[in-house]
């Protein structure tokens, strides 16, 4: 007898979890949805780098009625900063990038959520090189103070501030922004409600 609920397979490991109980996504994974509307985007995890908010904000999607078409990405190389990111001083430790089948799995989808973190020049470095190789429509979600006039100052073209067409460095847009989003740590009511505004008003504009 039906109980009013619907039953959900989420494919979302290529390796074994980290944490008790394998909870936390490794780098690599993937889960992917019956219809690709929308994919979060998250760090790959470690001390520092927490993906915990990619799950909240998946699962806060999926009640909103797109629970078909939510999917979330772990990138492989998904900490540090890419190798061209115009920061003065010397960049220690790995360097963000982004695969040829992460860049795949992404331009799938009509709304890529990107969750980079609590480094406002993190932020704004790794959402251009994703947005550098994926034709996508994105929302940018992080902790820190970032306004599109840093990404547009980087070469990123946003729905509200445009780079000089010389100085344009993207193929893909960011066309909401949601700060105040703490790694390791559910987002407030607001800042989810923010989210969930911007991916919605983004698919409705699309389709």
């Not at 990405?73 to 190798?83: D, T």
């Not at 847009?173 to 009511?189: D, K, N, Y």
């Amino acid at each position: 007898m039906p109980l009013g609920r619907v039953t959900q397979l989420v494919d979302c490991r290529q390796s074994m979890g980290m944490g008790k109980g394998g909870s936390l996504a490794q780098r690599g994974t993937i889960s992917e949805c019956k219809n690709p509307d929308v994919i979060i985007v998250g760090m790959s995890p470690g001390r520092r780098h927490i993906t915990k908010p990619v799950c909240d904000i998946t699962s806060a999607l999926r009640q909103q009625g797109i629970e078909y078409s939510v999917s979330t990405l772990v990138l492989n190389a998904g900490s540090g900063v890419p190798p061209d990111a115009d920061i003065g001083g010397v960049a220690l430790g790995s360097n963000f990038g982004i695969l040829d089948r992460e860049i795949e799995q992404i331009e799938r989808h009509k709304v890529a959520v990107l969750h980079h973190g609590n480094i406002r020049s993190h932020v704004v470095h790794k959402s251009r090189k994703i947005l550098q190789e994926c034709s996508v429509n994105a929302v940018v979600v992080c902790q820190a103070p970032v306004d599109y006039e840093d990404l547009a100052k980087a070469g990123v073209k946003t729905a509200y501030v445009m780079p000089k067409p010389d100085d344009i460095r993207t193929k893909g847009t960011v066309m909401g922004l949601v700060t105040g989003i703490t790694r390791g740590q559910t987002p407030s009511r607001v800042a989810m409600s923010d989210v969930i505004h911007e991916v919605l008003r983004i698919i409705k504009s699309t389709n």
